[in-house]
């Protein structure tokens, strides 16, 4: 009753109660959960006191059993037998830690840095968090509204996540939200720079970092040469090249008057759910940039727009294998819109800037537990089945199959009192040993 008040007011969907008791299958695959999650929070807090293995516990199990980071709304998931308010209080404390935010993007990196490979895409993307009424929020800074075309108030988050060319499955590596107003901040190329930096730190050169448009700055592409990594960037029209014999051209004339397309290629495309084929023309040149002693190739390609696509990269590959490197980063802006969609993260709560910080890292903790522990392992394809029957959606599941599951997960968890996981085991019935066994056959 109570929860269905709440979602009149809310305008939010939850899940309704059956009645009876509930089946022991759904009993049973809310344990292999749990029993997922209590793996995942206990890695990622290892080596960490009691109260702080606890607290990321609380968080991740909360933030997929409401759908929300609103720490009042976890804080109620928990269901807790002390008053609501105690909860979030204590949340909110514990979440004040400066520290935390690059603990949970160390851990990440630790058990991820062994999942890529040498041609990895490692997408470097730089969105931002809406805060349009907020007015205490510590270091609220102005940020671009692309679809307004007008600045408003929020928060820069940088992401770099991991994702091969032929492959659904997704990898996230690295979330940190940040604010060009705040104490501490030099520029946004070197934010950009760590964070490829921290990245690289565990993956040893491995990977190519894909970046979009603005990415095409000489202290970025100076800096990655320097550190011998490969990339993919995609270029503004207007910079300036070097040809043969030192003539220079814009990015769009070399597109226009230099460049042969020698090659077509039929791909398929999807945009929000929806398949698009397009047929498209490429071709490429060695160019230099002004400042630059190394030699670069230019590929372009027809049929995105009015000009010609242009790609500056380091790598002597086919341009079909570029284009296909590039629009593999695409997916990591639908997994932006997943976060914001299904979190609610431009409705975070939290004032102050450790807080915001460390809520955008929970956020990559969850989607890497839905990614990698669940998205990955093929011992668990039985429970992630039975998952997305649980999402109970009326059509197909998806390419991008993260919002099913999180529905999933969701209905799974819903109105399901948090316990605490590092007790005395209780012994398994038979029959619940076996079902588990079956999971994981």
């Known amino acids: 009753m109570f929860y269905n008040i709440l979602a009149r007011k809310m305008g939010k969907k939850f899940p309704q109660k059956q009645g009876g008791a509930p089946m022991k299958d759904d009993i049973l695959i809310r344990e292999k959960v749990n029993e997922q999650l209590v793996k995942f929070s206990d890695k990622l807090s290892e080596g960490l006191k009691k109260t702080k293995k606890k607290f990321i516990h609380q968080m991740l199990f909360g933030i997929q059993a409401s759908k929300d980071i609103k720490l009042s709304e976890v804080s109620r998931s928990l269901e807790e037998d002390i008053k609501l308010i105690k909860t979030e209080n204590r949340l909110s404390r514990n979440l004040q830690d400066n520290t935390l935010s690059w603990y949970i993007n160390d851990k990440i990196l630790k058990d991820a840095k062994n999942k890529i490979e040498r041609d990895t895409v490692l997408a470097v993307d730089i969105t931002h968090i809406h805060k349009p009424y907020a007015q205490k929020m510590d270091f609220l800074t102005r940020v671009w509204d692309g679809m307004k075309k007008e600045a408003v108030n929020g928060y820069w988050v940088l992401e770099i996540i991991g994702a091969n060319i032929y492959d659904e499955h997704l990898l996230p590596l690295y979330s940190e939200l940040y604010s060009q107003d705040a104490r501490g901040f030099k520029s946004e190329n070197k934010q950009i720079l760590k964070a490829i930096a921290i990245v690289n730190s565990y993956t040893k050169g491995k990977g190519i970092y894909v970046i979009d448009r603005g990415g095409d700055r000489k202290e970025l592409i100076k800096s990655m040469l320097f550190n011998d990594?490969?990339?993919?960037?995609?270029?503004?029209?207007?910079?300036?090249?070097?040809?043969?014999?030192?003539?220079?051209?814009?990015?769009?004339?070399?597109?226009?008057?230099?460049?042969?397309?020698n090659q077509r290629y039929k791909l398929e495309i999807d945009n929000q759910g929806f398949k698009e084929k397009r047929v498209v023309e490429l071709g490429k040149k060695k160019v230099k940039i002004p400042g630059i002693r190394e030699e670069f190739w230019l590929v372009a390609i027809k049929g995105f727009g009015n000009k010609p696509m242009m790609l500056l990269t380091n790598l002597d590959k086919n341009p079909v294998i570029i284009l296909e490197m590039?629009?593999?980063?695409?997916?990591?802006?639908?997994?932006?819109?997943?976060?914001?969609?299904?979190?609610?993260?431009?409705?975070?709560?939290?004032?102050?800037?450790?807080?915001?910080?460390?809520?955008?890292?929970?956020?990559?903790?969850?989607?890497?537990?839905?990614?990698?522990?669940?998205?990955?392992?093929?011992?668990?394809?039985?429970?992630?089945?039975?998952?997305?029957?649980?999402a109970k959606r009326f059509f197909q599941i998806p390419p991008f199959k993260h919002y099913a599951l999180a529905d999933g997960i969701f209905r799974i968890l819903f109105n399901t009192r948090w316990r605490w996981p590092w007790g005395k085991k209780k012994e398994q019935s038979t029959e619940k040993q076996l079902f588990l066994f079956s999971l994981l056959a």
């Open 229 to 261: 990594l490969r990339f993919i960037i995609r270029i503004k029209q207007d910079r300036l090249y070097l040809l043969g014999n030192n003539r220079k051209k814009q990015a769009e004339e070399i597109g226009e008057r230099f460049i042969e397309y």
């Open 326 to 390: 590039y629009l593999t980063r695409w997916k990591v802006e639908e997994s932006i819109r997943f976060l914001k969609q299904e979190y609610n993260l431009e409705d975070v709560r939290v004032r102050s800037y450790a807080g915001l910080r460390n809520t955008v890292s929970f956020l990559l903790a969850v989607f890497y537990f839905l990614s990698v522990y669940l998205g990955r392992k093929l011992k668990l394809n039985i429970l992630l089945k039975k998952i997305y029957e649980k």
